[in-house]
């Protein structure tokens, strides 16, 4: 039942009965609402929102990056998932960055940041061969005419580039594209991308294998990357294959939640659910000190076992079990108090490491969308460059902008998320959903690193405890305790729009709060489709540049 009585939102949320797409960028909504309206498939649509992300969100979303995909109804028997994250590269060892001077940290930019195979455009393809309605070649027109005859920079876009001025000028080819005429274009000026275009073209004709991993593409791109440094070879791209996953689940006031296995944060995410479904949520009130005290030392509860165990399950044997169990969220409760504010450090995991090692908490640049189709299919699809423009570069002239996400490799060869070839690192890039009988309810996810699991536990318990509706839950003040962009230490951030008197009472109990702007990007943009009998609601968040479509 949806509380008519909530908070008045800025944008209605958007019932249709047909089909229904959200993303960060209306350029692509509208992308997947077109594939939707010509008989293509959820999947069809969410191939073809990314594809158009890539092209008019390139600070998040790109061909040199990473996804996973949950998919759920419709022609799907059980609710499935793809892991399209590339490994380290045959030569990335810890040996390889000691001989280039880095025995600390791998670096977070350049072509030594770029040592993982990108894995977007095989996931692609797995789901296309199995849920496909569409020609492969038909997804991507959007794409291909935005990159040829430019799009409008967008708010986003807009921001990071004044942000990213430096790091784009690092690289030639990064600021003649990214910063034409030598400075940051404004919103509502046009950017072209013609070698990404033609790459993109390429893709569409050839296929995944071909077009992408198998010729000439990943020739150019693994050339180019050897030249400037990275380990990365024509191997590493051929040798790629994403793979179907079996998720991971537990349960929330009746529903089924789904995430991605390790090496996702996922299991916080449910971990965090867990914890709360202990407590009468309801009670708190949504906008309440008592709720943000609760959410946040939940997810310090929960981020402990993440920050101890989270990385690749076939090098690391990570007790799952233990962690989503019921019974041990029952004995983690007992962590969380009324009246007392706990540090991270100041909570030990609820099963230790065989080693002591340096934590590192992860931060990150997504795009998540989810799509809807008449014949009840769901898509959860999140993808990722992880920082904004990942690795700040290009590879050759595919026009394609190199990931970054093995930089959070550890070189201690003690740590848990130790850097060895073929491992794949940690990731906080997690779609959900949401069922009930073994039917798709919900797709919903946000960007936003540390945050997402966050952010997913506000919007479940804001529909599920307070009866909010999608774009509500979405629009409600939102918080993050971490890190979150530029930052080094780990805050209680709350957007301004929190009640005065609440972020009082959170400081006077001993929170970290700081503030941030009352629509804060950096906080996540989050979506979501939720499905009812006669049909679907959908939400998109106005923190990003997205919406919501349906039909």
Not at 35 to 43: D, E, Y
Not at 108 to 130: I, N
Not at 321 to 344: C, E, M, N, P, W
Not at 394 to 400: C, E
């Amino acid at each position: 039942m949806i509380n008519a009585d909530g908070p008045r939102t800025g944008r209605p949320a958007v019932f249709a009965k047909r089909g229904m797409v959200s993303s960060p960028h209306y350029l692509a909504s509208a992308s997947g609402d077109n594939i939707l309206r010509r008989g293509g498939s959820a999947v069809d649509a969410a191939i073809a929102i990314n594809a158009t992300l890539c092209v008019v969100y390139p600070h998040m979303a790109g061909l040199g990056g990473d996804a996973f995909l949950l998919i759920a109804g419709g022609k799907a028997t059980e609710i499935e998932a793809i892991e399209a994250t590339g490994p380290a590269a045959k030569l990335a060892t810890r040996e390889f960055y000691k001989k280039h001077g880095h025995t600390d940290q791998i670096p977070m930019r350049g072509a030594l940041a770029a040592l993982t195979a990108p894995g977007v455009v095989d996931g692609w393809r797995l789901a296309h061969e199995r849920y496909g309605k569409l020609p492969w070649a038909d997804l991507f027109a959007d794409a291909i005419h935005y990159a040829r005859e430019g799009m409008a920079v967008s708010r986003s876009l807009a921001d990071w580039l004044v942000t990213d001025e430096s790091i784009l000028n690092a690289d030639a080819n990064m600021a003649r594209i990214y910063l034409p005429n030598g400075k940051p274009q404004r919103d509502g000026e046009f950017m072209a991308q013609p070698e990404l275009a033609k790459t993109f073209e390429y893709l569409a004709e050839h296929g995944p294998r071909k077009g992408f991993y198998e010729g000439p593409v990943a020739l150019e791109m693994a050339k180019s990357l050897e030249a400037q440094g990275s380990p990365l070879r024509y191997e590493d791209f051929a040798n790629y294959h994403a793979n179907w996953a079996k998720p991971i689940t537990s349960t929330y006031r009746g529903y089924d939640v789904y995430q991605l296995p390790p090496a996702t944060q996922g299991f916080a995410a449910l971990q965090i659910l867990n914890l709360l479904e202990q407590y009468d949520v309801k009670s708190w009130g949504y906008n309440t000190a008592a709720y943000y005290h609760h959410m946040v030392e939940a997810v310090k509860v929960a981020f402990a076992d993440r920050d101890e165990w989270l990385s690749d399950p076939k090098h690391v044997k990570i007790p799952l079990d233990t962690f989503l169990s019921k019974d041990y969220a029952a004995k983690r409760k007992q962590l969380i108090h009324d009246d007392t504010v706990r540090g991270f450090t100041d909570i030990e995991p609820g099963v230790k490491f065989d080693g002591e090692f340096e934590h590192r908490a992860p931060d990150g640049d997504t795009v998540y969308f989810c799509t809807a189709d008449a014949d009840g299919m769901m898509v959860s699809n999140i993808q990722s460059i992880y920082h904004d423009f990942g690795a700040a570069v290009i590879a050759g002239n595919t026009g394609i902008i190199m990931q970054n996400r093995g930089s959070f490799f550890s070189l201690d060869a003690n740590h848990p998320n130790t850097l060895e070839p073929g491992k794949h690192t940690f990731h906080t890039i997690i779609p959900a959903m949401l069922m009930k009988d073994g039917k798709p309810v919900m797709a919903y996810g946000t960007m936003g690193g540390e945050g997402q699991p966050q952010t997913q536990a506000a919007m479940l318990t804001r529909m599920l405890d307070f009866g909010f509706n999608v774009q509500q839950a979405i629009e409600a003040p939102r918080w993050l305790m971490g890190r979150t962009w530029g930052t080094i230490s780990r805050d209680l951030v709350l957007e301004s729009r929190t009640p005065e008197e609440v972020i009082r009472e959170l400081r006077l109990r001993g929170h970290p709060v700081k503030m941030a702007s009352g629509w804060e990007g950096t906080l996540g943009h989050a979506q979501a489709i939720r499905k009812h009998p006669d049909g679907y609601e959908g939400g998109a968040d106005p923190r990003g540049d997205g919406t919501a479509i349906g039909f």
